[in-house]
């Protein structure tokens, strides 16, 4: 069974940076993808990054690209996701998803972030 734990979220001011990491246990083999989402409150859950754990492209939703970035560290079964320049509208609950076969079958419980203006 695989278990996800977020960690790294906090509050932060407008501008600032905060790093996210997602540590993977219960299962060694076969992670095709990880990914994060978030989801701000009224709001729905929306895709923010995912990297493939065997490397390849990334990719990312507009609203972040060039100021999120995602990595891995596959001898940890750790994904990370950079945040620099944050803005007010990126407060939400972070999520780290893996899939193993086809979608996001596994999630975490989620780590708060919350920007300030």
């Known amino acids: 069974q695989v278990q996800l734990v977020e960690s790294g979220g906090g509050l932060v001011q407008a501008g600032g940076s905060l790093r996210l990491s997602c540590a993977a246990s219960?299962?060694?083999?076969?992670?095709?993808?990880m990914g994060w989402f978030r989801q701000a409150p009224g709001k729905e859950r929306e895709f923010v990054a995912s990297?493939?754990?065997?490397?390849?492209?990334?990719y990312y939703a507009d609203s972040v690209k060039g100021r999120f970035t995602i990595s891995r560290d596959n001898a940890k079964y750790t994904v990370y996701l950079q945040m620099n320049s944050l803005k007010a509208e990126d407060t939400a609950i972070y999520y780290c998803?893996?899939?193993?076969?086809?979608?996001?079958?596994?999630w975490g419980q989620g780590t708060q972030v919350t920007v300030s203006s």
């Open positions: 990297i493939r754990w065997s490397g390849g492209p990334t």
């Open positions: 998803a893996a899939q193993i076969s086809s979608g996001y079958e596994y």
């Open positions: 219960g299962r060694t083999v076969g992670y095709n993808r």
